[in-house]
């Protein structure tokens, strides 16, 4: 007498079939490169409207960011633009995928740092010349809360 095997086959104890399903999302609207050791990444526009935008993709060249390349990003190879201008750089709907070193973006992260401070004294030093000590524009006080001393 021979005896029936009652196991489950091996595709149904796979640990897939037990995890849930993902839900749905809605789709980005700009697709995001895998992580590169020493680069920030950006979207710079080229045009809007169907004109092209020189001055902002030029400036932004300038300031240090180079366009990427599809064939250095195979995750992206699918976006690379075959004509044009910008022809085998990675582009979607008018924007132009660059790069830039961080050390650039830490550099000009402090600039600006630098700039909003700058202007924040600014504004707080033109505020406070007209302050008079009889009726201050700015006083900082402090209030004390007490609770009954429980006799």
Not at 38 to 47: D, E, F, L, S, V
Request: charged content about 30%.
């Amino acid at each position: 007498m021979t005896e029936v095997q009652t196991r489950k086959p091996r595709a149904a104890e796979a640990r897939e079939n037990d995890m849930r399903p993902t839900s749905w999302r809605p789709p980005e609207s700009l697709p995001s490169p895998d992580a590169r050791e020493g680069w920030t990444h950006r979207w710079i526009r080229t045009g809007i409207l169907g004109s092209t935008d020189p001055a902002n993709i030029s400036s932004k060249l300038r300031e240090g960011y180079e366009p990427c390349k599809g064939e250095d990003y195979p995750e992206m190879m699918m976006h690379a633009s075959t004509e044009g201008r910008f022809k085998g750089n990675i582009e979607v709907g008018g924007l132009m995928l660059c790069r830039i070193p961080v050390e650039f973006m830490t550099q000009r992260d402090a600039h600006f740092a630098k700039q909003n401070k700058a202007q924040m004294d600014s504004v707080d030093n033109t505020f406070m010349k007209d302050n008079d000590p009889r009726m201050p524009l700015f006083k900082e006080s402090a209030s004390k809360v007490t609770f009954g001393s429980g006799s």
